[in-house]
């Protein structure tokens, strides 16, 4: 199986800055949208 992206997933974190670091510095993936308490990435062709 080939992972090609991600369309939808919903992670409940306890601090949304450190959660958009790993997601966005070490994994890679867009933030297309960040609000205060919410924040919706991209990552890959999904």
């Known amino acids: 199986?080939?992972?090609?992206?991600?369309?939808h997933v919903t992670?409940?974190?306890s601090?949304?800055?450190k959660a958009?670091?790993?997601?966005?510095e070490m994994l890679g993936m867009k933030i297309v949208h960040e609000g205060n308490k919410d924040a919706y990435l991209e990552w890959g062709d999904a």
Do not use: A
Not at 1 to 7: A, D, H, L, N, Y
């Open 1 to 7: 199986m080939i992972v090609k992206g991600f369309s």
């Open 11 to 13: 992670i409940n974190v």
């Open 15 to 17: 601090s949304l800055e």
């Open 20 to 24: 958009l670091d790993f997601y966005g």
